[in-house]
Each structure stands twice: as C-alpha cells, then as structure tokens.
C-alpha cells in the first residue's frame, strides 16, 4: 500500500511540475504576443508615414489638349498641341477627366 501512496505523491508532483512548465509556457506566448503587437503598430505607423510622403509626391495634374478631329491627347506645353485649330482644340484639367473615352495619346503623354 506504501507503494502506492509513494506512486501517486510521484505522479502528482509530476503532475504539478507540468502545470508549472504549462503556465511558464503561457506566460512567454504572453509576452511574446505583446511584444508583436507592438511591433505590428510601429510597422503600421511607419507604412501611414510611407504612404503620407507617397501622396505628397504624386504628380500635380496636368492640363490636357484633346485635338477633336484626330482624338489624340497632347500635354498643354506640346508643340502639336498649340497648333491645333481652335474649333479642333478641346481644353481639359487633366486625363482624367477623359477616362472611358477612345483618346490616342500623343508621345508628350507617354503613350
């Protein structure tokens, strides 16, 4: 009967010495999770600082010519484009608002 006390005070010790490695365990996931969440919001910071000088660098827009006839698209300052007649010469604020419409691009565009 001694044997067996012995064995199950051997178990439950065992048995405690797991819970205690458990709770450890769960302790370090702990800080481990805290340590990347605060890693995420600095990463998360620095990506909104990136996209702020991102949006400060995007090109102003640039007004548009569209020649009528030929339906091609030429920057305000090209040569072709100050040579189209006037009743051929439609004057835009940008591409934009061009969008959807079949336009050839003059090579000052980027065709």
């Not at 934009?96 to 419409?101: D, F, K």
């Amino acid at each position: 009967m001694e044997a067996n006390e012995n064995n199950v005070i051997e178990s439950f010790k065992r048995a405690k010495a797991d819970i205690v490695c458990l709770w450890d365990n769960v302790n370090t996931a702990k800080l481990k999770s805290t340590e990347v969440a605060s890693r995420l919001e600095r990463i998360e910071l620095q990506q909104k600082a990136i996209m702020a000088q991102i949006d400060n660098m995007k090109p102003a827009k640039q007004a548009v010519v569209l020649n009528k006839t030929n339906m091609k698209l030429h920057a305000k300052n090209c040569f072709f484009a100050k040579n189209i007649k006037p009743k051929n010469r439609a004057v835009y604020s940008s591409a934009e608002e061009l969008r959807g419409m079949r336009v050839d691009r003059c090579a000052c565009m980027g065709a």
